[in-house]
């Protein structure tokens, strides 16, 4: 087991997050208060991350601290509470992945007017376009959205979130192991898809 493998020394109880979830627990409706502030951006930031632009970010964020309402009872502090709230955010959000893609497999995307468009309608950008316009940051949300959902959501964690291999284990139910071998292969999945547009920049 590599140092990036271990986890911390610490322990949970020592973590903010922990300490409102177990006041709360015990009672103290205010601490939970105090953890919605505190950590309602991390849960916003987190679903449009893997999301996007979606309109139902605001809706399951709330979602995701009335779930913590509801585990208030059987909470058990296994680690930051961080990592309990994401794993939270991430099921509901894997969830609202899978329901787009069953959606979008029975109807087709519509103009203005309301009228669905045939496939071959839509415009599609091109990487000469997409260069063109000088947006990278876009380029790489774009080439992220085309990974499949696990290995998108290892690297949100990793290079947006700087969480840990167990703490990404914990949250999508892996192994560290595991969730090391899933970042290298989206590292390697999302270099293909850029380089499409490397290769347009240098041209």
């Keep these: 087991m590599t ?17 409102l979830m177990l006041a709360f627990q015990k009672g103290d409706d205010a601490a939970f208060e105090e953890l919605v502030l505190a950590h309602q951006g991390a849960a916003f ?14 809706d399951l964020a709330q979602e995701a601290f009335l779930r913590v309402w509801r ?14 709230l994401y794993r939270i955010t991430y099921n509901l959000a894997l969830n609202r992945v899978r329901d787009d893609k069953r959606k979008a497999m029975y109807s087709l995307p519509k ?4 009228v669905e468009m045939p496939q071959h309608d839509l415009k599609t950008v091109g990487p000469d376009e997409e260069v063109d316009g000088g947006d990278w940051a876009q380029i790489v949300r774009r080439c992220l959205s085309e990974l499949p959902e696990n290995q998108r959501v290892a690297l949100v964690f990793q290079h947006y979130d700087g969480l840990e291999l167990h703490e990404i284990a914990d949250i999508i139910g892996s192994s560290p192991k595991a969730v090391k071998s ?10 293909t898809l850029l380089t499409p547009y490397r290769e347009a920049e240098n041209d």
């Design 111 to 114: 103009n203005a007017d309301g």
């Design 182 to 191: 899933l970042l290298h292969r989206a590292r390697a999945n999302l270099r």
């Design 3 to 19: 140092e990036s493998d271990q986890i911390p020394a610490s322990s949970p109880q020592e973590d903010p997050g922990v300490i």
């Design 45 to 58: 930031a987190m679903l449009r991350r893997i999301l996007g632009p979606h309109a139902m970010i605001e």
């Design 71 to 84: 585990a208030r009872e059987r909470y058990k502090p296994a680690g930051k509470f961080t990592t309990f």
